[in-house]
């Protein structure tokens, strides 16, 4: 009987690692997971996209204006909104082109900013937001396929060796 166990453990065995070489040599399995991470440089008004390490991606930003700045600190994404309504002081606005926060909405973990698009696509590269992070629709767009609920967001108030490194080749 404990024959019998052993020889369908080692079957169910057998079996799982066929079918996840299968599962590799199909592209399904992922063999190192992705450590990703959004780090913002406030003064350089940058976005960057961290993946394992590497940067991935880079885009241009509007960062919150001097009387209303963007927070600074490690925060994490908790939602994203495709198409999201404006809600701020009475006001409500449907998703569409006059829409304030654009077409996505990825939210952080200090209530009340996120990352989003914009209807005013000229603010970026200034400090001109009410304290959240704002890309150009297409870019929050690509930003929103890319980024998770848990992905750690560091928004820098000052430059370091390592937004340097990120920025360097971008100006």
């Given amino acids: ?37 959004i780090v913002v440089s406030i003064p350089d008004r940058k976005l960057a996209v961290v993946e394992n390490d590497e940067v991935v991606q880079v885009f241009d930003v509007a960062v919150g204006a001097p009387v209303s700045p963007s927070p600074t600190g490690t925060f994490t994404i908790i939602n994203r909104v495709a198409d999201p309504t404006y809600y701020h002081s009475g006001t409500v606005i449907a ?37 959240c992070i704002r890309l150009r629709n297409a870019d929050v767009e690509r930003l929103f396929e890319r980024v998770r609920p848990g992905d750690v967001v560091e928004l820098h108030a000052e430059r370091t060796t390592e937004t340097d490194q990120f920025f360097a080749t971008v100006h």
């Fill in 1 to 37: 009987m404990r024959a019998n166990r052993m020889m369908r453990v080692a079957a169910v065995a057998a079996i799982g690692m066929l079918a996840g070489t299968r599962a590799q040599a199909a592209g399904t399995v992922n063999p190192e997971p992705v450590v990703r991470r």
């Fill in 95 to 131: 998703p569409g082109p006059r829409n304030p926060i654009g077409t996505r909405w990825i939210g952080l973990s200090q209530k009340g900013y996120g990352i989003h698009g914009t209807d005013e696509p000229s603010s970026i590269g200034y400090a001109r937001s009410h304290g």
